[in-house]
């Protein structure tokens, strides 16, 4: 079956510094991937997607890049904002259960000013 | 505006109790989904439903179930099989079957918080 895995957090970063999560998956056929970003009390919100491999997918300073070779989808920013506190997602989406999303754990990220 | 609406925000449930959970859609999405938020644990699929009259069970079925009489609507109704029904509850739907693009349209209603007392 299809699954996600992302690094464990928290995650504590200094405003303006640099940040990675990683985001590996194990998936039959061509998935699509996903960052959703949840913030305190909160559902949750598309950050970014891509659908095939190679692409691009961007928003709000984020990216992460869609590799198939490594079967991977890290997020990246370079230079974080205090408002980036929160817990982001990595998810898939392919054939198995009806395109439902599968989702990582989840990864706590807190910058400090 | 379209979107997904769930109610009540928070519910509270005595030990034995059944409760259901509202999830209602205005964007024309074929498929519904529900899924549960624990601490740490990520989100979870608990069913699924493709089309009107038919749905799935997913990873955490047991002590739940649903229905989808409506394009519209798929309530969830939390049974007192669940021994530990405590938790985040979050509806999705989306347009499956988009070709090539793999869009599928995801849409998330603002959750319903669950707590057994």
């Known amino acids: 079956g299809n699954s996600v895995t992302q690094m464990e957090g928290p995650v504590t970063l200094s405003e303006e510094a640099f940040l990675t999560i990683n985001c590996t998956y194990t998936?039959?056929?061509?998935?699509?991937l996903f960052w959703y970003v949840q913030y305190p009390g909160e559902g949750l919100q598309l950050l970014l997607k891509?659908?095939?491999?190679?692409d691009k997918g961007s928003n709000k300073g984020f990216e992460a890049t869609y590799r198939k070779e490594t079967t991977s989808f890290h997020l990246e920013k370079g230079s974080v904002q205090v408002s980036d506190s929160a817990v982001y997602f990595c998810a898939l989406s392919g054939l198995h259960s009806g395109y439902a999303l599968n989702f990582g754990k989840g990864t706590s990220l807190l910058v400090t000013p | 505006d379209g979107g997904i609406t769930q109610s009540p925000k928070y519910l509270f449930r005595k030990e034995g109790q059944n409760v259901t959970l509202s999830c209602e859609q205005n964007l024309n999405h074929d498929a519904m989904y529900w899924y549960r938020q624990d601490p740490g644990q990520g989100l979870r699929l608990i069913y699924y439903?493709?089309?009107?009259?038919?749905?799935q069970k997913g990873d955490i079925a047991e002590g739940y179930s649903v229905s989808r009489e409506k394009k519209e609507s798929f309530p969830l109704t939390v049974t007192s099989a669940q021994k530990n029904p405590t938790a985040f509850y979050l509806c999705?739907?989306?347009?499956?079957?988009?070709?090539?693009?793999?869009?599928?349209?995801?849409?998330f209603g603002s959750g319903t918080r669950l707590t057994v007392v």
């Open positions: 439903s493709q089309i009107v009259n038919d749905f």
């Open positions: 999705a739907s989306s347009t499956p079957g988009q070709g090539a693009s793999g869009d599928y349209g995801y849409t």
């Open positions: 891509a659908t095939k491999a190679d």
């Open positions: 998936a039959t056929g061509y998935p699509s």
